[in-house]
């Protein structure tokens, strides 16, 4: 019979670990580290696993993190534009910058197109876009006489209710392969990654990225 490794053996030796590499960490920190890396094995075996059947090869996540997320992006791009086949909307631009709208309320120009990470000339025209179909208004800044606020209007609110429905299904396709558990740490990850290039892009999107690189490493 297999000999079993006892579980306390195996936290103690864990425990040893943790303690040499962060002589300052705690139980809690020793915990969240336990569980990262026991999930991290999981995620290697499966890996392992696809690539001993299709016959791929193993990449480094530093040679390979970014062509991961350049792929999804386009998955999620294949599966926006099937739904928009069933939607009052040809573009997912108009679709991001309405849904703000709804669930943050009224905002600048200038915060709306920041947002969503647009140059302002492409931004400005699809505020433009959608004050003309009546599904966006602006109004005069009550802070600042010279700028203006835009508001969905109840043309909007309806038309985006319209679409939440069928923007759901991307969502559950998308993320279908991942447990409850992978998809909150996915969220957290994705998270710190978009305040961290949020700052960056604030702050220094005139630079060269020379210049950005020598200021954020």
């Not at 580290?33 to 193993?58: A, P």
């Not at 534009?81 to 909307?89: D, I």
Request: net charge neutral; glycine share 4%.
């Amino acid at each position: 019979m297999k000999k079993t490794t006892n579980p306390v053996v195996e936290l103690v030796k864990a425990w040893e670990v943790f303690e040499n590499e962060n002589p300052t960490g705690n139980l809690e920190e020793f915990c969240q580290d336990y569980l990262q890396k026991q999930q991290l094995v999981r995620f290697k075996q499966v890996d392992e696993e696809y690539i001993h059947h299709t016959g791929g090869r193993v990449v480094k996540p530093s040679n390979g993190l970014g062509k991961a997320l350049v792929r999804v992006q386009k998955y999620l791009h294949f599966y926006i534009k099937k739904t928009m086949q069933n939607l009052p909307v040809d573009n997912i631009e108009d679709f991001a910058y309405l849904s703000d709208l709804h669930f943050m309320g009224a905002m600048r120009k200038s915060e709306l197109i920041h947002r969503n990470i647009s140059e302002f000339t492409s931004g400005t025209n699809v505020i433009n876009r959608l004050i003309k179909n009546n599904l966006v208004e602006e109004f005069n800044d009550p802070d600042d006489a010279r700028s203006k606020q835009v508001k969905i209007t109840a043309a909007g609110v309806n038309w985006i209710m319209s679409c939440l429905p069928e923007m759901i299904k991307v969502d559950a396709i998308l993320f279908q392969v991942l447990k409850a558990d992978e998809r909150e740490l996915l969220f957290h990850v994705l998270a710190k990654l978009d305040r961290f290039h949020t700052s960056v892009y604030s702050e220094m999107r005139a630079l060269e990225i020379e210049d950005i690189l020598k200021k954020v490493i």
